[in-house]
């Protein structure tokens, strides 16, 4: 019998070592595969050796807790959550409507969570600047108005693309997608404010041009690594923050692969008051995302010519989007497109 539990104890052992030798990632991304199949048993045991290995992030940690609340272990799944709420969960919507916390709300630590995670909301939105610092500008090379690919060959051919060569963007590239995206196209003397310099490739309801946008460059030719603000007016990039924000804007969106060897990324976002002061919710909810469509598919149809991948990414949480990106305090973030070179 003690021969039989020494060599049980080495098995186990020694699928304890294998586990830790898979790594991190490989863990996580079997326990994910687990999760999403509704294996809560195996997906929570995956989560733990992960752990063991000393790494986590909030998403990891967060869907543990989930895993848990479905196997009924409440007092695990009130810990994951804090401990996701401490790294960095604080998505307060997925908090309340994830199915899979059902079983926890009426739970006496519930509270607890909430708490944590509207304190941690607080402290972050508190960073958040009322106007962008003035960094240095860029002058972005003029757009080419004609080119050798149709728009009909455009339109026929674009697709979503989440891989890309491990190439660099040149300065030219960065320019024309971003004048395909928001660039005037016809300015005018003396126009209204709103027109914030004027006509743009993209209609807007009523001209009142919600969006900004941002270029995260982590591989661009003749641009160091950072985030730029578009100015638009003046085609014209204007660095906010200094240095490689790949893993920043990766983690907000979850890590999803195609961020590993994108060479930039546009991210787009909304001052939702451009539009909410003329036409009130209506403009919230639907001119802003109209506006959004309509410029994202110039990025398409651009990036398709330019020989460039792109995908429009939606999953993120927002505050750490906003945050990697140095956005200002009216601004709310809506789309990732990251950038690449394709065959």
């Known amino acids: 019998m003690r021969m039989r539990a020494v060599v049980l104890a080495l098995f186990v052992l020694g699928i304890a070592s294998a586990s830790l030798a898979q790594g991190y990632d490989a863990l996580v991304r079997e326990a994910e595969t687990k999760l999403t199949a509704q294996k809560y048993a195996e997906a929570l045991t995956l989560y733990e050796q992960a752990f063991k290995t000393g790494e986590f992030s909030y998403n ?6 989930c895993a848990s609340a479905r196997l ?27 199915p899979d916390l059902e079983s926890l709300r009426s739970g006496a630590q519930w509270q607890a969570v909430t708490n944590a995670l509207q304190q941690k909301l607080d402290s972050v939105e508190k960073t958040f600047p009322e106007a962008r610092p003035a960094g240095p500008v860029i002058e972005l090379p003029a757009p080419r108005l004609d080119g050798t690919v149709s728009v009909e060959a455009a339109l026929r051919n674009r697709r979503s693309i989440r891989s890309y060569l491990e190439t660099p963007l040149t300065l030219p590239d960065v320019s024309q997608l971003l004048w395909a995206a928001y660039g005037i196209t016809k300015s005018f003397e003396n126009a209204p404010p709103f027109l914030r310099g004027g006509l743009r490739t993209a209609p807007s309801a009523g001209g ?134 394709v065959e």
């Open 60 to 65: 990891d940690l967060y869907n543990a807790a």
């Open 72 to 98: 009924g272990k409440s007092d695990e799944a009130y810990s994951y959550l804090l401990k996701a709420v401490e790294a960095g969960f604080i998505d307060k919507d997925q908090l309340k409507q994830d």
């Open 208 to 341: 009142l041009y919600p969006l900004d946008l941002y270029l995260a460059a982590f591989n661009v030719t003749g641009l160091p690594a950072g985030i730029y603000w578009y100015n638009s007016e003046k085609h014209q990039l204007v660095r906010i923050i200094e240095g490689d924000r790949r893993k920043e804007v990766s983690e907000a969106a979850f890590n999803q692969g195609m961020f590993k060897t994108a060479a930039a990324a546009i991210v787009y976002s909304a001052v939702y008051e451009r539009n909410t002061k003329k036409y009130g919710q209506r403009g919230r909810d639907r001119y802003v995302c109209m506006d959004l469509g309509h410029s994202a598919e110039n990025v398409y149809l651009q990036a398709y010519a330019l020989k460039i991948g792109t995908c429009a990414v939606g999953a993120f949480t927002d505050v750490w989007l906003k945050k990697a990106v140095g956005m200002t305090r009216a601004e709310e973030p809506l789309y990732i497109m990251p950038l690449g070179k």
